[in-house]
């Protein structure tokens, strides 16, 4: 009973050199085993504390953190590497995306949208905003896909080849894309998609998709359509360096349209629709990543956009969808604040191993924001990133139309949060972009 007091102090005596001689050839195997076993206790109750402290400090997230690749400290020497080729020439790939494990608890009447608030605070920069992405990760759905799924199908029907739409040369890359859905999907949500012979079954809406048979039964893109929430755009390269759009299903995009871009190269769609910066500071770095981008490393990235009507699929505010002349000029100026929405897409982009087409899957999640201002931070955030455009992002997000009622409404919900208790310093600890 005496031994592990005796040894504590024996232990603290290990600085005198005479004393420690002394200990060893007094110490019995009895009391090594024991000296051992202390030892033992201390270490694994100092590393339990630890991971107790580490835990109580860390944010609850929706999703683990990924590296920002345009940050050089988190590019390897080999990211985006590819072999070298000729332009315009794909060979096949042996890459099979890992096995998806079912979504946890995934149900279509009860699991929420991601909370994707993908701005910071002031200054703002213009960059492309990739991180990586896990293949889990790849689609994502949740309740509002009944709500999506319905207002797809009446756009098919209403609007057809407008919405969606496949080229010769990009219709391989389009039925490799609908074999991959019908890999994916049953197994992250099982629970909707049931895989069969000829592609796969909608449990819920009852929808039988054969990818199998010619020709199909309609526009390859239209039926990948059916099966997310996403949009989805396909682009190839062609023998002078350039990717083109040659596979486009865009039914709820808001401010752009198909029928506009379908068969651009990549550089012509972002001049064309007056991106910001983009020649200046996208351009060639954007090129370079579709030049060299690899089937086994799909990324993603996150915007957002202010929109003064509550319609998901066309902003009507900017104007009727087949006018020519749609832009912010016509939207109504510091309307109530109950019609503002906060818009914001998470992009995948990722490259199909047979075809070698890129493909950008683009969710869009939509909310009311005074809804999103009741979020802690979100406000004074996003106050604070508005004022932070630039004259050209402004223009382009329309923000001389909504500024002023919308500026003195997150103003005041910030406030609000403040006298209420917020503490701005642990800001960085209640939340990880882009959530």
Same mark, same amino acid.
């Given at each position: 009973?005496?031994?592990?007091? &005796? ?16 200990? *060893?050839?007094? @110490? !019995?195997? !009895? ?12 270490? *694994?109750? /100092? ?5 107790? +402290? ?8 929706? $999703?683990?953190?990924? %590296? ?23 060979? %096949? ?9 079912? /979504? ?38 949740? !309740?509002? /896909? ?50 069969? %012979? ?8 009852? #929808? ?29 390269? &062609? ?5 083109y759009l040659l596979a486009g299903a865009i039914l709820l995009a808001g401010f752009w349209r198909l029928e506009d871009k379908f068969g651009m190269p990549l550089s #012509? *769609? ?22 060299? @981008? ?13 929109? @003064? ?36 897409? $998470?992009?995948?982009? $990722? ?35 508005? $004022? ?11 923000? =001389? ?6 500026? =003195? ?8 949060? +403040? ?9 960085? =600890? ?6």
């Amino acid at each position: 009973m005496n031994t592990l007091p &005796k040894l504590a102090r024996d232990f603290r005596d290990f600085s005198n050199p005479d004393r420690v001689i002394e200990i *060893i050839h007094g @110490v !019995n195997l !009895n009391s090594l085993r024991s000296l051992l076993y202390l030892s033992f206790c201390v270490a *694994i109750t /100092y590393g339990l504390f630890t991971y107790i +402290l580490k835990k109580l400090k860390k944010p609850v997230l929706q $999703r683990s953190n990924t %590296p920002d690749l345009e940050k050089p400290a988190s590019r390897s020497a080999g990211s985006f590497k590819a072999p070298e080729r000729a332009a315009g020439v794909w060979t %096949p790939v042996d890459f099979k995306r890992p096995v998806a494990p079912p /979504y946890p608890d995934w149900d279509v009447h009860t699991t929420k949208p991601l909370p994707y608030r993908p701005f910071r605070n002031g200054p703002f920069y213009i960059t492309m905003g990739l991180r990586t992405m896990k293949w889990d990760e790849w689609i994502e759905l949740d !309740n509002h /896909y009944l709500k999506y799924h319905a207002d797809k199908a009446r756009r098919i029907e209403e609007r057809g080849a407008k919405c969606c739409k496949t080229a010769p040369d990009g219709y391989d890359g389009a039925l490799e894309l609908l074999e991959e859905f019908c890999d994916y999907l049953p197994q992250r949500y099982p629970t909707l998609y049931e895989k069969t %012979p000829v592609g796969m079954n909608n449990l819920v809406t009852h #929808e039988k998709f054969d990818i199998t048979a010619r020709p199909l039964a309609e526009d390859p893109m239209a039926m990948a359509s059916r099966m997310v929430q996403d949009d989805l755009a396909i682009m190839f390269e &062609k023998p002078d360096g350039q990717y083109y759009l040659l596979a486009g299903a865009i039914l709820l995009a808001g401010f752009w349209r198909l029928e506009d871009k379908f068969g651009m190269p990549l550089s #012509e *769609i972002h001049t064309s629709g007056d991106v910001p910066g983009f020649k200046e500071k996208l351009e060639k770095g954007m090129m370079n990543f579709f030049r060299r @981008v690899k089937p086994d490393a799909p990324v993603l990235r996150n915007n957002y956009f202010l929109q @003064v009507d509550d319609e998901l699929a066309w902003s009507s505010s900017i104007g009727n969808e087949d006018d020519e002349g749609a832009s912010w000029n016509t939207a109504e100026k510091n309307k109530a604040v109950e019609h503002h929405w906060f818009r914001t897409e $998470r992009q995948s982009l $990722r490259r199909l191993p047979r075809s070698g087409g890129v493909v950008f899957t683009i969710r869009t999640y939509f909310h009311p924001i005074t809804e999103i201002a009741q979020e802690p931070y979100v406000p004074g955030r996003l106050a604070s990133a508005i $004022r932070s455009w630039g004259d050209d992002v402004a223009r382009y997000k329309g923000r =001389e139309r909504y500024q002023d009622t919308m500026l =003195e409404y997150l103003d005041k919900k910030h406030e609000e949060q +403040l006298a209420g208790g917020l503490v701005l310093e642990e800001e960085a =600890e209640a939340h990880t972009y882009p959530f």
